[in-house]
């Protein structure tokens, strides 16, 4: 049983920054793949950002050079800043982890609203 807990989403102006954060804990041996999806209402689950344990980063085109992905391994978290926010960010947000991709462990999901 792995369990993802997240925080720091909300309500931001455009052009605003939000950090989005998770924490995993429970049975698993080794982290290897963190991730952020986003999800609207009748859509499918999209990634956004993922990062490796070695430290590789992917992202989703849209959010290149205004997110930025890192983990903590020692502390399992993996945080989500985003800046430059849009309206078209909105959607709500979840963490993912696993040993392998694509992840399988989720958490809850998190509402990122942009709007002015």
């Known amino acids: 049983q792995v369990q993802l807990v997240e925080s ?11 950090t989005l954060s998770c924490a995993a ?3 698993i041996s080794e982290i290897n793949v963190m991730a952020w999806y ?3 209402s009748g859509k499918e689950r999209n990634l956004v950002a993922v ?6 980063t ?3 085109d849209s959010v290149k050079g205004r997110f930025t992905i890192s983990r903590d391994a020692a502390k399992n978290t993996v945080t989500l800043q ?9 959607d709500v947000y979840y963490c993912a982890v696993d040993t392998i991709f694509p992840p399988r462990y ?3 999901g998190i509402q990122v609203t942009v709007s002015s």
């Open 8 to 18: 720091g989403g909300g309500l931001v102006q455009p052009g605003g920054s939000l």
């Open 25 to 27: 804990s429970g049975s």
């Open 38 to 40: 986003r999800q609207g």
């Open 51 to 56: 990062i490796f344990s070695a430290g590789t």
């Open 58 to 60: 992917t992202y989703r």
């Open 82 to 90: 985003m800046n430059s926010l849009k309206p078209n960010d909105t």
């Open 106 to 108: 989720w958490g809850q």
